[in-house]
């Protein structure tokens, strides 16, 4: 609460006796503002009785400096000035007619309504500042700004109001400058020694009192303040811009894996990249159906025969199986949903938009493609014409409160084929995590064998079970004693799209398998090497670069 | 899927896997199986009886089991750091099939004792002496069984 400086203060008040030709001749050029020799006029020095009321639209280190006048009230406005003010103190009219001169205003300050009507005049016109005195002669320093004195009643709100800064100078100076002002109004002949100075002045030019605030200016701080905000405003573009780049050619990247992922270029659970879950839409499309006796097939012979031939193949009393008949219109068993019947396709059906009421397709019994008489989740048997079952597109079959549950919340890939049961174009939310593991993926397999890309390509889209079991040599021993439960996988059924995946030729695979198994172990080192600390303080600044 | 638990359970006690006693740590938890292992015959192992401990998992079987012989066992694949953690391919858990049964897996396990598979080695200096110098290896084996199966 000292002085209120606030960024400016005024330092010393400088006026002088400036001659001028009329700049309606002689245009308004600096060389021609000259001072009157000090010893045949006025002027004056003062150097620290100065208090700063107003900065407003003040810059620090930048001097005021114009001709002193006295703004021209209203008629019938602040009557009390009357005797303060010479009659003929300079005024606006006593000035060249432009706005290209800069003003400093001078009045005494006499009340709240007075001074507000004076800043509202010079308000008009082009002033640089307002110097006020208090009228009562004194020579003491004015009050400080927060005085009392100095309340218009408004709050302050005039400082906003008034754009210029405004000083206050001690009474007693104040009231010499404007005698003054009186002096220097009008022909040279009128003024102190009129007589010698217009012998040297053209009595056609102005001679006027001109005044120069000096401001503060070494206090740099404002300025560094001001650099730094500059320097914030650029960082914070350069992120914005950064960050906008970055979240583009991600998104690019996620379209553009996404785009591989439906074509079945890529598969995100198969190769490792990610644990991909079903959604509940795709589910619903997989048939349900009540299992029928395992007997409809001869066990023994049911592994070569159906392999051979797919599905539609084994027979069955009730009904052709699962994969295409769509029983055309009805479905007798499930009155309450509202089947579509093109939806009792298998897999390869985009996952038309949920049609939220639950179990969607309920086929009639018929027995399942290959001998299976256990859930191979819970190791239960089915019984027949009483189990409900859920077929996968890879026409292995579960209790759909076993496999459902792990569909949902484990994997996309059958527990016992590992294939995917996803749709061929289905393509789980792309994560930039993912992207990254692909393309690391991507560049150690091209690093890995860069003349031998296809094979390597085969081997990476081969199921994960498969290339991984080759990782321990020594499983080769122990295979046997595995098997116990499985159950004939069926050819490879995954949809067209997928096409160039038929398993590679046996020998060749088995060295294809160890590479895939070098290259996800590299990927993994490699991996953990990477995601260093810079990216996680990045990730938290832009979150989806994590 | 406690049911599935009591069913291989019940499998695994009524009929076990050769070589192989197996019950509930704590009758009151499923979840919990120890197994006393009989060194395969023709194995530097042979005459000695391991404990392990099958620790099934919430999920199971959709998460693997995880095997630990509370015995002490000089082997590549066991961990010599007192959790004797056996690593195995078909444990992990991005490799895991739901089908698998613990039976299959214990026998595995046992298999691993005749024929220990030094590519997955998780004792690496183990399995290097295995590989350069199967004498030394299966006279320390020998030892350890005496020192630690031998008990009963
Ligand atoms: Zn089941
Ligand atoms: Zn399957």
């Known amino acids: 609460m000292s002085d209120s400086i606030g960024i400016t203060a005024a330092l010393g008040l400088t006026v002088l006796t400036l001659s001028f030709p009329d700049p309606g001749y002689f245009g308004i050029l600096q060389e021609n503002f000259k001072p009157v020799d000090t010893s045949l006029s006025f002027s004056l020095q003062e150097n620290s009785k100065i208090r700063t009321l107003s900065t407003t639209a003040s810059s620090p280190g930048e001097d005021l400096d114009g001709l002193l006048y006295v703004p021209t009230l209203h008629r019938g406005q602040c009557p009390e000035a009357a005797g303060l003010i010479p009659v003929n103190a300079t005024r606006r009219v006593n ?7 800069n003003l400093i205003a001078l009045a005494p300050w006499i009340n709240p309504s007075c001074t507000l009507a004076y800043m509202a005049a010079a308000q008009m016109d082009p002033v640089k500042t307002f110097i006020f005195y208090l009228p009562d002669n004194s020579t003491a320093i004015p009050p400080l700004a927060n005085n009392a004195r100095w309340s218009i009643g408004d709050g302050g709100r005039w400082k906003t109001t008034y754009r210029y800064p405004v000083f206050a100078i001690s009474g007693s100076t104040g009231g010499l400058i404007m005698q003054n002002l009186a002096y220097y109004s009008d022909n040279v002949t009128n003024m102190p020694n009129g007589e ?3 012998q040297h002045i053209d009595p056609r030019s102005y001679i006027r009192l001109a005044a120069e605030v000096e401001v503060s200016g070494h206090n740099s701080l404002p300025s560094l303040w001001v650099f730094l905000l500059i320097v914030l405003g650029i960082l914070i573009m350069i992120i914005a811009v950064t960050s906008f780049f970055l979240q583009w050619l991600q998104r690019k990247r996620r379209e553009a894996l996404r785009r591989r992922v439906i074509s ?17 839409s795709v589910l619903q499309q997989m048939p349900l159906y009540t299992f029928v006796s395992d007997n409809a097939v001869p066990k023994s012979s049911s592994d070569t025969s159906t392999q051979s031939s797919p599905p539609t193949s084994s027979p069955a009393p009730l009904e052709p199986p699962s994969s295409k008949p769509e029983a055309p219109s009805s479905n007798p068993n499930n009155p309450n949903s509202p089947t579509n019947p093109i939806a009792s396709q298998p897999s390869p059906l985009p996952p038309a938009d949920p049609p939220l009421s639950e179990p969607s397709k309920e086929l009639p019994p018929h027995p399942a493609p290959f001998s299976q008489p256990t859930c191979a989740i819970c190791l239960d048997d089915f019984t027949p014409y009483e189990t409900r079952i859920r077929e996968l597109p890879c026409h292995h079959i579960f209790h759909p409160e076993c496999i459902d549950p792990f569909l949902r919340q484990n994997s996309s890939l059958c527990p016992m084929c590992k294939l995917s049961v996803l749709p061929a174009d289905y393509s789980p939310p792309i994560t930039n995590a993912m992207v990254r593991r692909e393309r690391l993926l991507r560049r150690m397999r091209r690093n890995l064998h860069p003349h031998d890309p296809p094979s390597i390509r085969e081997v990476l889209r081969f199921p994960r079970s498969v290339v991984r079991s080759s990782s321990g040599a020594g499983t080769g021993a122990v295979a046997p004693v595995l098997p116990t439960t499985e159950v004939p996988a069926p050819v490879r059924v995954r949809p067209p799209s997928s096409g160039g995946t038929s398993l590679a030729p046996p020998d060749s695979a088995a060295a294809l398998r160890a590479q895939g198994a070098e290259i996800r172990e590299r990927m993994l080192e490699a991996e953990a090497a990477r995601a260093p600390v810079w990216r996680k303080v990045v990730g938290k600044m832009w979150p989806r670069l994590g | 899927m406690a049911k599935r638990i009591v069913k291989e359970l019940t499998d695994c006690t009524q009929a076990p896997p050769t070589g192989m006693k197996i019950h509930l740590l704590d009758e009151q938890d499923i979840h919990q199986w120890e197994v006393v292992m009989d060194g395969p015959d023709g194995s530097a192992y042979a005459g000695g009886h391991f404990k392990l401990r099958v620790t099934l998992p919430e999920d199971y079987p959709f998460k693997p089991p995880v095997l630990n012989f509370t ?20 444990l992990r858990s991005d490799e895991w099939k739901p089908p698998n049964k613990i039976a299959a897996v214990l026998a595995m396990a046992r298999n691993l004792l005749l024929e220990p598979n030094t590519e997955d080695a998780i004792e690496t200096t183990i399995a290097d002496q295995y590989k350069s110098d199967r004498k030394a290896f299966e006279a320390t084996a020998k030892e350890w069984t005496k020192k630690y199966a031998s008990g009963k």
Do not use: F, Q
Request: proline share 6%; with cysteine.
């Open chain 1, 95 to 101: 000035l060249p007619d432009t706005n290209s001169i």
């Open chain 1, 196 to 198: 010698i100075l217009s």
């Open chain 1, 264 to 280: 079945g270029e890529v598969d995100i659970e198969a190769l490792g990249i990610r644990r991909v879950t079903v959604p509940a």
């Open chain 2, 71 to 90: 015995t002490k066992i000089y082997h590549p694949n066991v961990s010599n750091d007192g959790k004797g953690s056996m690593c195995l391919g078909m």
